[in-house]
């Protein structure tokens, strides 16, 4: 099995930055795929942003250049840098794992899922 554990959330002003980290632990991969996903009340999960364990980033098209997802697989943390937020953004964000190599944007795919964060942003 494997924990995910997110922080970093939190009350935010429209055009502020926060980051969201995420820490795995237990059973470990050679291979494997770390993802955020955010969910706004009654709205779908939808995905953000994936990192494989190589380093190759994917980040959605509402959010790319704004926010950036990194890893630090020494340290089992995957981080979601979130700038120029915005009232939208307003969502619980949930890191999740696949034991894959590919990154993929449905939230089916993933395995393992923390218990999320919940991010809110002022207009």
């Known amino acids: 099995q494997v924990q995910l554990v997110e922080s970093g959330g939190g009350l935010v002003q429209a055009g502020g930055s926060l980051r969201l980290s995420c820490a795995a632990s237990?059973?470990?991969?050679?291979?494997?795929?770390m993802g955020w996903f955010r969910q706004a009340p009654g709205k779908e999960r939808e995905f953000v942003a994936g990192i494989t364990s190589s380093g190759l980033a994917l980040e959605a098209g509402s959010v790319k250049g704004r926010f950036t997802i990194s890893n630090d697989n020494a340290k089992n943390m995957v981080y979601l840098q979130m700038n120029i937020l915005k009232a939208e953004d307003t969502a619980v964000y949930y890191c999740?794992?696949?034991?894959?190599?590919?990154?993929?944007?449905?939230?089916?795919?993933?395995?393992?899922w923390g218990q999320g964060t919940q991010v809110t942003v002022s207009s």
């Open positions: 999740a794992a696949r034991p894959r190599i590919a990154i993929s944007r449905n939230a089916h795919d993933y395995d393992y």
């Open positions: 237990g059973r470990t991969f050679s291979a494997y795929v």
